[in-house]
């Protein structure tokens, strides 16, 4: 199982290519990678990103913890469901096309 911090260079590198807004996505993905980034991919549960957000939100504003939030959400929801996005894998498999 990749860590956190080489699932998000994998999905950073996925949107670079295929949405305008990479950077945005980057941006807001970069402080759950920093504190998060060396533990493995499948022990990020719904608790670590509760408390993700109770610190950050001691930190910058609501809108930036909401926008955080709902990158590490769509991670989550990708590793859970085995659907990485169009053409985006993470465990090494071919890309579907």
Same mark, same amino acid.
């Not at 991919?41 to 408390?51: E, G, K, N, R, S």
């Given at each position: 199982?990749? *860590? #956190?911090?080489? $699932?998000?260079?994998?999905?950073?590198?996925?949107?670079?290519?295929? %949405?305008?807004?990479? !950077? $945005?996505?980057?941006?807001?993905?970069?402080?759950?990678?920093?504190?998060?980034?060396?533990?493995?991919?499948? *022990?990020? &549960?719904?608790? *670590?990103?509760?408390?993700?957000? !109770?610190?950050?939100?001691?930190?910058? +504003?609501?809108?930036? #913890?909401?926008?955080?939030?709902? &990158?590490? #959400?769509?991670?989550?929801?990708? %590793?859970? +469901?085995?659907?990485?996005? %169009?053409? $985006?894998?993470?465990?090494?498999?071919?890309?579907? *096309?």
């Amino acid at each position: 199982m990749p *860590t #956190v911090r080489q $699932f998000a260079h994998r999905y950073v590198e996925h949107v670079r290519a295929t %949405k305008k807004s990479w !950077a $945005f996505d980057e941006a807001r993905l970069k402080a759950f990678a920093q504190k998060h980034g060396d533990r493995g991919l499948d *022990t990020v &549960i719904p608790a *670590t990103v509760d408390q993700h957000k !109770a610190t950050r939100a001691r930190e910058v +504003s609501p809108r930036t #913890v909401n926008h955080e939030w709902h &990158i590490a #959400v769509t991670l989550a929801q990708r %590793k859970l +469901s085995g659907n990485q996005g %169009k053409s $985006f894998r993470m465990n090494g498999a071919p890309e579907r *096309t």
